[in-house]
């Protein structure tokens, strides 16, 4: 079966026409979607992957979840350097928790499922229409390009906008417990921005929504606007959330002490490993 066909196989493309984007059908779908991003910063398309599909996909990143490379740390809202200029007390000077493993492109084979929907060229203009692109490339990071995070029991991610523009990523297995989704949206820029993050990093819960994780839901999302986080899991099973990486540059990659920071390593070892896109 051509990678094409088994990425085709995968997605409900009677409930989700990405198969025929320039129909009647397909225009007015990525119109809704593009709209629902602009209002909520975020699109979410709940039974993306077809029920008889969800089983074998998520079976098959069970087999390769123990190659994910862990990172423990703390960090603020913002992801940014502590710097004296910072006001004491403040929500710069708050600091987040964040325990998540991640296993990168390279330890995903090229005739996995996962892979294949990755590559999927109207998969990546359905998201380019959805964010307004004028182009979109499949990132070129030899580790990034497409990854999977892996939350085990004590996993969390603590409250945070992203530094990317937006992130697409797949629920595709729950934790017995916890894992939730938590965000407060579109809130970068507005006039009392640092309220409520303040209020949100004190556990106050106006303006949070939880997103439920329903598997086989793909997500496009708006994270540098939006500040959210996903809470502690519990359980010997992993929640496990593929990330689909595009970039509107081609040839764009993470840099090396990035990918040493996520996945250990920078991946110029992996030389006669596959890991063309």
């Known amino acids: 079966m051509s990678q094409s066909l088994q990425a085709q196989n995968l997605v409900d493309t009677e409930r989700y026409p990405l198969d025929q984007l320039t129909s009647e059908a397909g225009l007015l779908f990525t119109k809704e979607c593009r709209q629902q991003y602009l209002d909520k910063g975020l699109c979410i398309l709940p039974g993306f992957i ?86 979109l490339h499949h990132f070129a990071d030899p580790l990034g390009a497409c990854s999977v995070n892996v939350f085990v029991e004590g996993g969390e991610h603590g409250w945070h906008f992203d530094e990317s523009e937006f992130t697409v990523t797949l629920m595709l297995q729950a934790p017995e417990e916890g894992g939730a989704f938590e965000y407060v949206p579109l809130i970068r820029g507005s006039a009392d921005e640092k309220q409520i993050v303040q209020n949100v990093l004190n556990g106050e819960r106006d303006g949070v929504h939880e997103l439920p994780f329903t598997v086989g839901t793909l997500l496009i999302f708006g994270g540098r606007q939006t500040i959210h986080r996903v809470t502690r899991v519990s359980g010997q099973q992993p929640r496990l959330v593929p990330v689909l990486c595009y970039s509107e540059q081609p040839e764009m990659k993470n840099s090396a002490s990035v990918r040493k920071l996520f996945w250990g390593r920078t991946g110029e070892e992996s030389v006669g490993t596959s890991t063309s896109l």
């Open 50 to 135: 077809r029920a008889e599909a969800l089983d074998q996909l998520a079976k098959e990143v069970n087999q390769f979840s123990h190659q994910a490379f862990f990172c423990k740390s703390t960090h603020n809202a913002y992801l940014t350097d502590d710097d004296d200029s910072y006001q004491e007390g403040g929500v710069e000077r708050q600091q987040e928790h964040t325990f998540v493993g991640s296993v990168p492109y390279d330890r995903i084979g090229a005739d996995t499922r996962l892979r294949s929907l990755y590559l999927w060229d109207p998969l990546k203009e359905f998201i380019r229409i959805v964010l307004g692109k004028q182009t």
